[in-house]
């Protein structure tokens, strides 16, 4: 089951605050990106974040489970708590890089 175009647009709905919200399709799943910053991995209508300090200090009693086959593990967000969502969303957007620019070919 592939994510729905409501639930990644709800998503982007509670993601919405002080920031740039955007996200792309990618491999028939969704990368949701906070100020062109790559934030949220949306997979199966469920939304996952990396698993390092800053996400612990928010997520370290929530689920956690594999967005796809070969990835890390990740938190489970529920997206559902704005209130939580926020709070993660502030700490990963400072301390994720923008990404690399590519050369093109």
């Not at 792309?24 to 934030?39: A, H, L, R, S, T």
């Not at 086959?69 to 994720?96: C, F, M, P, Q, S």
């Amino acid at each position: 089951m592939s994510t729905t175009a409501e639930y990644i647009e709800f998503v982007c709905e509670q993601a919405r605050g002080a920031w740039d919200v955007r996200y792309k399709k990618m491999f028939g799943e969704y990368m949701v990106y906070i100020n062109d910053k790559p934030i949220l991995l949306v997979c199966d209508n469920t939304v996952y974040v990396k698993i390092n300090e800053d996400t612990s200090k928010f997520l370290q009693n929530a689920d956690i489970g594999v967005p796809y086959g070969g990835a890390k593990e990740h938190y489970v967000l529920d997206i559902e708590n704005r209130e939580l969502t926020l709070a993660v969303l502030e700490a990963l957007e400072r301390v994720t890089p923008l990404p690399k620019k590519r050369a093109k070919k």
